[in-house]
């Protein structure tokens, strides 16, 4: 396997809860969804880069905002084919392939939360990394805005299926109120409760809870778990009825997420 020497993966905070993702290797760099164009400008100057890419997952202007002012540092705008966002250069469907700084990545189609969501998966990197947006989150997973529960939960389980060390670079810290709900689902999920330690220290320190890894979302985040036998008693008490397909598990869930203070 290949590993991307001298790459870094930083997290710039923007807006009130995003994380736009910035990759360095030898003075060049690239963004993920930079809603914002001011994090990313401190950032090259402090750090002396150059932009080269920018990457975008899908058209909410929390991450798709700052790429007209941002490209016009000459740097190649990817996006998703089927929406329309300003200044892409390359518009990428599933199973295309990219590679920046070096990093081979391949576009996963994740649908859902917007009708044309992209993911971008770098398998080479030790471990592999997939940065998804709004589609997976740590503990959570994106709302229900363009797409169907049978469209999202085909496309968490196409990142499920990632190697469990798979990084999770997603777009919010939105962590700990996700293990909240996550508690109100699987209350006796034992990693569940670990996490939920570990995630309010890591928070108390003021640090980033993310990446997560697909392993610990397989072990934790409900919206991962339609299969599990616990989330579905769960799932089937919310719904009052006494049988749900998967997608009506995973439909359930989502719809009580939405509602859930
Ligand atoms: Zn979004």
Redesign the pocket.
């Known amino acids: 396997m290949t590993v991307a020497a001298g790459l870094s993966i930083t997290p710039l905070p923007a807006f009130d809860d995003n994380y736009l993702w910035l990759l360095a290797r030898d003075g060049e760099a690239a963004v993920v969804d930079p809603g914002d164009p001011e994090p990313v400008r401190r950032a090259l100057a402090e750090q002396g880069l150059r932009l080269s890419a920018i990457l975008v997952t ?1 058209h ?1 202007g ?2 798709a905002g700052g790429v007209p002012e941002l490209r016009a540092t000459g740097a190649t705008v990817y996006g998703p084919r089927s929406e329309d966002i300003e200044g892409v250069d390359v518009r990428l469907g599933g199973g295309d392939t990219l590679t920046v700084l070096g990093v081979r990545f391949v576009v996963l189609d994740v649908p859902g ?2 009708a044309g ?1 992209i993911a971008y998966f770098a398998e080479a990197l030790d471990p592999p990394a997939v940065f998804c ?2 589609t997976l989150f740590a503990c959570g997973c ?1 709302r229900l ?1 363009e797409g169907t529960a049978a469209q999202m939960l085909a496309s968490l389980d196409r990142l499920a299926a990632l190697p469990p060390a798979t990084r999770v670079y997603c ?1 919010h810290e939105y962590t700990l109120a996700n293990i909240r709900f996550a508690l109100a689902v699987e209350p006796d999920n034992a990693a569940l409760q670990a996490r939920a330690q570990a995630a309010q220290a890591t928070r108390a320190r003021g640090e980033p809870t993310v990446p997560s890894s697909i392993a610990l979302e397989r072990e934790t985040n409900p919206f991962l778990r339609s299969a599990a036998p616990a989330v579905q008693v769960a799932a089937r008490q919310r719904a009052g009825t006494d049988y749900l397909d998967r997608v009506q598990t995973f439909a359930a869930i989502r719809s009580w997420k939405d509602g859930f203070r």
């Open positions: 899908h909410h929390d991450h939360h917007t969501h947006g709004d994106g805005f777009a």
